[in-house]
């Protein structure tokens, strides 16, 4: 559960799992606002739905809202829900069993939802659709109090009351205390309220031979078999299980859809496999033909919808916040929970907002498409593939490369999305002339990368497993799930996942690449071209994907931002320049500007000069300085700290300046005052890599105190030299810095605990050594040191 809200609530849960008494939960529920429950916990309003009608919701008030949050993520997480049910299941996807080098290339399993709802009724003689009528409203305290005392819930009158007023409208809104529209644990609690009523339609299907699934209060009933059962006898035994089950059926909108008419089955059409209603695609295609043969902006698209008659929703492929007039707006959560106003957006951020909802047009239309289709597919080898559903596909593709041209066409930023999708899409490769080997997205894996995907994949809820795949796990993984779970023995399986599927940061591979932007293969990014016409874009391109891309997902956040957006830079020159086309970092053109840019960005991010510009000092150590205000406690040895190399600096500041931070707050009463030398209490020197020893660079802070400890305790055996940290010291401050300083190496902390003397520990790893003394100079003794890692 999500853990500010879990720390927040920790006492009201815990009564429901049967540890707390009531009367402190009930107070507990007092002390947050939450009880007793009143009209004033929620706010009315009304929205007009497609027909013309008002549907009334409610919002939430803040606090009730985060008791409902927990509440629905432990009844979604504690109780199972009917597999007939589609809507309200949680999104996270299931994640493949076996990874190989051609599996990793699909999509994870489709979560469920409105197209898993509608899947199992494609190709059928008859479609049945029911609509349950005032769905949440039915869904009365009394139901929801009954359910609770019942099988599996079995909690007491007095639980079953009040969680029932937590999660029911209160009388002084609706007489019949129903479920709230618009309320976090309102899904959940009806998927559970079904569950009986899921079970008898699916016994009566299995019987019948039927298909059923339900979505929200929707039921879908499909069948091949007419001799067995008759469309009319499956709606009437489908509406007395309805009515025994305390719900009506709303007959006028019961369809009956035969196979010679279009059947719908959440706004989806599944005569023969999934599809679009057709006009919904031709309007699609259309915008995207006039956007690049018609229109030359955003703007005249958009006001040649409004002079447009009888306009459908589909037809508009306008995002919400473009308003009448040629107002360009978004939608914003105003002061009246539940209402939205409008804010001016600019030109630049509209254009993006209707690009990425044209996008997403396209995309849920391939995702209707290419469903049911589970290996990659190649439209050239088309046995497993209908002649419809292939003219679909094809559609879908040829949207997409319409699209990756108007991007081009406008500037949007967004055409890298459509070269990633080529990855999986052979024939989108071929309509925007796409060379796969120009892309830079961390695609093959290698045997390791296989391997530690196969084995998340097995991992389920035993803890102990996780601590099997942390000791065989490479030792920069096991660096950073240390970092990120803050133990040496307890580690959660989402940050598991994250790391294996997403990558993590390792400081030697991105040293690799700083070593080969320096001196080597990318150096030519840095320096002028003996060309006359400057640097041949093509070959800049292959030397950064041959580089980067086995490296990409173990880099920081900020190198691979910034030398993606110099890779989808340089690629959008050559594509409409031609592979001929070169770059001059000194003399930029109209068409080279950005690509000049992003490489300035990216030099700007990584590269030290020896100068008085651009050196450790100005670009890392002041700035950290005057970013966590401590000018007036610490001095600044300016000696040594203009060396020429390519590094992370965001990594270097952001980890000093917290630091430095952390050190301020919890600075001895005697340093804040100063000396009669005039000497600041700390001091910072960089100490460069040296040239034949092991020791790699690092910032080093001094203590001029040298009998000051560091304020804590480390609860270690003294008599054993070296060993792990139990206890974790990071916290605040000091966790920020260790997690920033991860893609450059390590933080230690130096001195006298508490508890201990003359004891260096790494608080990235935790693990401490004892030193036989540490060196005490001019300088002080050493306190803090950020060192590289070299090996």
Same mark, same amino acid.
């Given at each position: 559960?999500?853990?500010?809200?879990?720390?927040?609530? +920790?006492?009201?849960?815990?009564?429901?799992?049967?540890?707390?008494?009531?009367?402190?939960?009930?107070?507990?529920?007092?002390?947050?606002?939450?009880?007793?429950?009143?009209?004033?916990?929620?706010?009315?309003?009304?929205?007009?739905?497609?027909?013309?009608?008002?549907?009334?919701?409610?919002?939430?008030?803040?606090?009730?809202?985060?008791?409902?949050?927990?509440?629905?993520?432990?009844?979604?997480?504690?109780?199972?829900?009917?597999?007939?049910?589609?809507?309200?299941?949680?999104?996270?996807?299931?994640?493949?069993?076996?990874?190989?080098?051609?599996?990793?290339?699909?999509?994870?399993?489709?979560?469920?939802?409105? @197209?898993?709802?509608?899947?199992?009724? !494609?190709?059928?003689?008859?479609?049945?659709?029911?609509?349950?009528?005032?769905?949440?409203?039915?869904?009365?305290?009394?139901?929801?109090?009954?359910?609770?005392?019942?099988?599996?819930?079995?909690?007491?009158?007095?639980?079953?009351?009040?969680?029932?007023?937590?999660?029911?409208?209160?009388?002084?809104?609706?007489?019949?205390?129903?479920?709230?529209?618009?309320?976090?644990?309102?899904?959940?609690?009806?998927?559970?309220?079904?569950?009986?009523?899921?079970?008898?339609?699916?016994?009566?299907?299995?019987?019948?031979?039927?298909?059923?699934?339900?979505?929200?209060?929707?039921?879908?009933?499909?069948? +091949?078999?007419?001799?067995?059962?008759?469309?009319?006898?499956? @709606?009437?035994?489908?509406?007395?299980?309805?009515?025994?089950?305390?719900?009506? @059926?709303?007959?006028?909108?019961?369809?009956?859809?035969?196979?010679?008419?279009?059947?719908?089955?959440?706004?989806?059409?599944?005569?023969?496999?999934?599809?679009?209603?057709?006009?919904?695609?031709?309007?699609? $295609?259309?915008?995207?033909?006039?956007?690049?043969?018609?229109?030359?902006?955003?703007?005249?698209?958009?006001?040649?919808?409004?002079?447009?008659?009888?306009?459908?929703?589909? /037809?508009?492929?306008?995002?919400?916040?473009?308003?009448?007039?040629?107002?360009?707006?978004?939608?914003?959560?105003?002061?009246?929970?539940?209402?939205?106003?409008?804010?001016?957006?600019?030109?630049?951020?509209?254009?993006?907002?209707?690009?990425?909802?044209?996008?997403? $047009?396209?995309?849920?239309?391939?995702?209707?498409?290419?469903?049911?289709?589970?290996?990659?597919?190649?439209?050239?080898?088309?046995?497993?593939?209908?002649?419809?559903?292939?003219?679909?596909?094809?559609?879908?593709?040829?949207?997409?490369?319409?699209?990756?041209?108007?991007?081009?066409?406008?500037?949007?930023?967004?055409?890298?999305?459509?070269?990633?999708?080529?990855?999986?899409?052979?024939?989108?490769?071929?309509?925007?002339?796409?060379?796969?080997?120009?892309?830079?997205?961390?695609?093959?894996? /290698?045997?390791?990368?296989?391997?530690?995907?196969?084995?998340?994949?097995?991992?389920?809820?035993?803890?102990?497993?996780?601590?099997?795949?942390?000791?065989?796990?490479?030792?920069?993984?096991?660096?950073?799930?240390?970092?990120?779970?803050?133990?040496?023995?307890?580690?959660?399986?989402?940050?598991?996942?994250?790391?294996?599927?997403?990558?993590?940061?390792?400081?030697?591979?991105?040293?690799?690449?700083?070593?080969?932007?320096?001196?080597?293969?990318?150096?030519?990014?840095?320096?002028?071209?003996?060309?006359?016409?400057?640097?041949?874009?093509?070959?800049?391109?292959?030397?950064?994907?041959?580089?980067?891309?086995?490296?990409?997902?173990?880099?920081?956040?900020?190198?691979?931002?910034?030398?993606?957006?110099?890779?989808?830079?340089?690629?959008?020159?050559?594509?409409?320049?031609?592979?001929?086309?070169?770059?001059?970092?000194?003399?930029?053109?109209?068409?080279?500007?950005?690509?000049?840019?992003?490489?300035?960005?990216?030099?700007?991010?990584?590269?030290?000069?020896?100068?008085?510009?651009?050196?450790?000092?100005?670009?890392?150590?002041?700035?950290?300085?005057?970013?966590?205000? !401590?000018?007036?406690?610490?001095?600044?040895?300016?000696?040594?700290?203009?060396?020429?190399? @390519?590094?992370?600096?965001?990594?270097?500041?952001?980890?000093?300046?917290?630091?430095?931070?952390?050190?301020?707050?919890?600075?001895?009463?005697?340093?804040?005052?100063?000396?009669?030398?005039?000497?600041?209490?700390?001091?910072?020197?960089?100490?460069?890599?040296?040239?034949?020893?092991?020791?790699?660079?690092?910032?080093?802070?001094?203590?001029? /105190?040298?009998?000051?400890?560091?304020?804590?305790?480390?609860?270690?055996?003294?008599?054993?030299?070296?060993?792990?940290?139990?206890?974790?010291?990071?916290?605040?401050?000091?966790?920020?810095?260790?997690?920033?300083?991860?893609?450059?190496?390590?933080?230690?902390?130096?001195?006298?605990?508490?508890?201990?003397?003359?004891?260096?520990?790494?608080?990235?790893?935790?693990?401490?050594?004892?030193?036989?003394?540490?060196?005490?100079?001019?300088?002080?003794?050493?306190?803090?040191?950020?060192?590289?890692?070299?090996?």
């Amino acid at each position: 559960m999500n853990n500010k809200r879990t720390a927040k609530n +920790n006492n009201f849960l815990a009564y429901w799992l049967g540890i707390k008494s009531p009367e402190l939960d009930i107070k507990v529920l007092k002390n947050i606002k939450c009880w007793p429950i009143t009209a004033n916990h929620y706010n009315r309003f009304t929205i007009k739905k497609r027909n013309g009608s008002k549907r009334e919701l409610v919002s939430v008030n803040k606090s009730l809202k985060t008791v409902q949050s927990d509440l629905a993520e432990y009844f979604a997480v504690t109780y199972g829900i009917s597999k007939y049910a589609h809507a309200f299941i949680s999104k996270e996807p299931e994640t493949l069993s076996v990874f190989s080098q051609e599996a990793i290339l699909v999509d994870k399993l489709r979560p469920k939802g409105i @197209v898993s709802n509608a899947l199992p009724h !494609t190709n059928k003689r008859v479609v049945i659709s029911l609509d349950l009528k005032d769905f949440f409203p039915t869904i009365t305290f009394p139901r929801v109090m009954g359910m609770l005392k019942g099988e599996p819930y079995n909690f007491s009158n007095k639980q079953a009351a009040v969680i029932s007023s937590l999660i029911c409208l209160p009388k002084d809104i609706d007489e019949n205390q129903g479920l709230p529209q618009g309320a976090p644990t309102s899904p959940v609690i009806s998927n559970l309220i079904c569950n009986k009523l899921d079970y008898q339609l699916g016994k009566m299907s299995k019987k019948y031979d039927i298909t059923y699934t339900r979505y929200a209060d929707d039921l879908t009933f499909s069948t +091949n078999n007419l001799k067995r059962i008759s469309a009319e006898e499956i @709606v009437s035994l489908a509406t007395q299980y309805v009515d025994r089950n305390g719900f009506k @059926v709303n007959e006028a909108k019961t369809k009956i859809m035969f196979k010679n008419q279009r059947q719908m089955v959440t706004s989806i059409l599944v005569n023969e496999g999934l599809n679009l209603p057709k006009k919904q695609v031709d309007a699609l $295609r259309a915008t995207l033909y006039n956007l690049e043969n018609t229109y030359n902006n955003v703007e005249d698209a958009v006001d040649k919808f409004w002079n447009m008659k009888n306009k459908k929703a589909y /037809d508009s492929l306008v995002p919400v916040g473009f308003y009448k007039g040629g107002y360009r707006g978004r939608f914003i959560k105003s002061k009246n929970k539940g209402l939205k106003g409008n804010k001016p957006v600019s030109k630049k951020e509209f254009d993006k907002i209707y690009a990425l909802h044209l996008l997403g $047009r396209i995309l849920w239309y391939g995702q209707i498409t290419t469903t049911a289709i589970n290996t990659p597919y190649d439209l050239s080898k088309r046995q497993y593939i209908s002649p419809k559903q292939h003219s679909r596909i094809n559609k879908y593709e040829e949207m997409l490369a319409a699209f990756y041209r108007i991007s081009m066409k406008f500037n949007w930023s967004v055409e890298h999305i459509v070269l990633r999708l080529a990855n999986k899409l052979p024939h989108l490769q071929s309509l925007v002339k796409m060379n796969p080997n120009f892309l830079l997205e961390h695609i093959l894996l /290698d045997d390791l990368e296989l391997e530690l995907r196969d084995k998340v994949s097995k991992l389920r809820i035993e803890k102990e497993k996780y601590t099997e795949f942390f000791d065989s796990a490479p030792r920069s993984l096991q660096r950073v799930l240390r970092v990120f779970n803050r133990s040496h023995n307890s580690f959660a399986l989402n940050k598991i996942k994250s790391c294996v599927e997403s990558g993590w940061p390792v400081p030697l591979k991105q040293q690799i690449l700083f070593e080969k932007l320096a001196t080597e293969e990318l150096s030519d990014l840095f320096h002028k071209s003996t060309n006359i016409k400057g640097h041949n874009v093509k070959t800049l391109l292959e030397d950064i994907v041959k580089v980067v891309r086995p490296e990409l997902i173990y880099l920081s956040d900020n190198v691979r931002v910034k030398i993606t957006r110099v890779h989808r830079e340089l690629l959008s020159l050559m594509r409409t320049e031609g592979d001929g086309v070169c770059i001059d970092f000194e003399n930029e053109t109209a068409k080279t500007e950005q690509a000049v840019q992003a490489i300035r960005d990216l030099k700007s991010e990584v590269r030290l000069y020896e100068s008085d510009i651009d050196n450790f000092y100005l670009k890392i150590v002041l700035p950290a300085v005057k970013n966590s205000r !401590t000018l007036n406690i610490v001095d600044i040895d300016k000696d040594d700290m203009n060396p020429s190399i @390519v590094t992370d600096i965001y990594a270097w500041r952001e980890a000093l300046t917290k630091v430095l931070i952390s050190i301020k707050q919890h600075i001895d009463k005697s340093e804040s005052i100063g000396n009669s030398s005039g000497k600041k209490p700390f001091l910072i020197k960089l100490r460069d890599e040296h040239p034949t020893s092991s020791l790699p660079r690092a910032i080093e802070i001094y203590r001029r /105190d040298v009998e000051l400890p560091f304020n804590k305790k480390l609860d270690i055996d003294v008599n054993s030299a070296e060993g792990k940290v139990m206890k974790w010291l990071t916290g605040g401050d000091l966790s920020s810095a260790v997690k920033a300083f991860l893609p450059i190496g390590d933080i230690f902390v130096h001195g006298n605990f508490k508890d201990c003397e003359n004891v260096t520990v790494n608080l990235t790893e935790h693990f401490y050594k004892v030193e036989d003394n540490l060196e005490i100079s001019g300088n002080g003794k050493l306190f803090f040191s950020l060192q590289e890692i070299k090996e």
